[in-house]
């Protein structure tokens, strides 16, 4: 892609480990290691009674170990919302040193083992891998991936790895993987003006951020999409508009067009062109088009959206896999839904940027991370209920980090079903 960085521009202080030195090298994780370097006990086999800290001490331990297929923790993406991007099989090249990860969407880029990160820190390739700068995410944050290791009888293995966006794909035993059978996500047109999240509530939906990111993740992904779509535009590129990824105008000969202002698509962005249309696809709801307990089922009428921007004390490496789980079940549960229905749109290092304007300044003076994130199918009544004190309460509960501040809280009625295809 021609927004990737050039080749050695952002990892020229990295040092790749020899394979020679691998082979000698012992890898031993101690359980004290730095908690920031490892993934969340995700998938730790209590029942055989060993520690996740068990690592390997051979090269050849170390390969056999990383080597394997995973697909993505079902607690953040159930088997209804699951796609081909979230099964994976990672392979090692010995010539060239380095693994490879593929999905079945037979995209795939290299992972490479290291001794030091960019910074010059040690590391080991025992507690994280290199991801290629050829990886399409490699631009929005995803330079190492995290490895989570433990003992499976006698044998060291990865048992957690992170993938894009910190989300944690876990080991296939058996057939667990062959079993699964996602389906390739099936985009649309949005109308004109019209958010993704809005285009999937109006079809009884659930909007798939995951899908939606891809579709922006290059221009000519974009392009390919849209004319699958029936359409056959000429001209198009990547502009800073805002994050609505890709799109399509219908203007002049037809344009693709992938937006991308300070970070990836969100599912809530909104165009303000009413003739571009966004690239979306949508997932079932979990329990089909069942409501929340909380609901009556005839009285949609008094459902409503909350989006809200969120400042929490936390960096884009702690704000882990484990902790958004957590994070998402204090919000359902101070709203009065499902898990389900808590959608993290977008996570960014605390800074002004859209829709923040009017916090400005609160963002500057304090670190941390923004969160955008909507909670779906909420009933008027707990709406009311959704303020900082009672999220609090209930993040405290969750073992969270109480909210610094809202940066933004909007609650909006779901749109009509407009005329995208």
């Known amino acids: 892609s021609s927004h990737l960085p050039a080749p050695g521009a952002t990892i020229l202080r990295m040092r790749r480990v020899p394979l020679a030195l691998l082979a000698v090298i012992a890898l031993h994780v ?8 490892t993934l969340p ?21 170390f390969v056999a170990g990383v080597v394997g297929k995973y697909k993505i923790d079902e607690v953040l993406y159930p088997p209804a919302r699951q796609n081909l991007w979230h099964f994976v099989t990672i392979t090692w090249d010995e010539e060239n040193g380095e693994f490879t990860w593929r999905n079945r969407a037979n995209k795939k880029w290299s992972l490479h083992p290291l001794e030091q990160d960019r910074d010059g820190d040690e590391v080991g390739p025992h507690k994280r891998l290199a991801v290629g700068i050829e990886c399409p995410y490699y631009e929005t944050g995803h330079e190492y991936a995290k490895l989570r290791w433990t ?8 048992t957690v790895i992170q993938g894009p966006w910190n989300e944690a794909y876990l080991r296939c035993r058996d057939d667990a993987c062959d079993s699964s059978s996602p389906v390739a996500p ?67 000969t037809g ?11 969100t599912c809530a962005e909104v165009n303000a062109d009413s003739s571009r249309r966004r690239v979306c696809t949508c997932t079932e709801k ?4 069942e409501k929340d307990a909380s609901v009556s089922s005839t009285d949609t009428t008094q459902l409503v959206a909350i989006n809200m921007i969120i400042h929490l004390p936390y960096t884009l490496s702690t704000f882990t896999s484990d902790v958004q789980r957590a994070f998402k079940r204090a919000l359902a549960d101070t709203a009065g839904v499902k898990e389900s229905k808590v959608v993290i749109n977008s996570i960014n290092p605390a800074g002004p940027s859209r829709r923040q304007q009017q916090a400005q300044q609160q963002a500057k003076t304090q670190a941390g991370i923004t969160v955008d994130v909507t909670i779906a199918d909420v009933s008027k009544a707990a709406s009311a209920g959704v303020t ?23 609650t909006k009625e779901p749109a009509k079903k407009g005329k995208g295809e």
């Open 286 to 289: 979990e329990g089909g088009q």
């Open 388 to 410: 900082k004190t009672a999220l609090n309460a209930n993040l405290r509960k969750n073992e969270v980090r109480k909210i610094i501040e809202f940066l933004s809280s909007e």
């Open 255 to 265: 344009w693709y067009q992938v937006m991308k202002k300070d970070g990836p698509p």
């Open 41 to 61: 006990a995700a998938d730790c086999d209590k029942a055989t009674g060993q520690t996740a800290c068990d690592g390997p001490s051979t090269h050849a331990e």
């Open 151 to 158: 003992r499976y009888g006698n044998m060291p293995e990865v």
């Open 186 to 252: 099936v985009y649309f047109l949005a109308a004109g003006g019209e958010s993704c999240f809005a285009a999937c509530a109006a079809r009884s939906a659930e909007c798939d951020l995951t899908a939606i990111q891809h579709a922006a993740t290059t221009v000519q992904i974009c392009k390919g999409i849209i004319e699958s779509l029936g359409k056959q535009p000429e001209k198009g590129g990547q502009y800073p508009d805002d994050n609505s990824g890709c799109t399509y105008h219908p203007g002049q």
């Open 30 to 37: 101690g359980c004290a290691a730095d908690e920031s370097d």
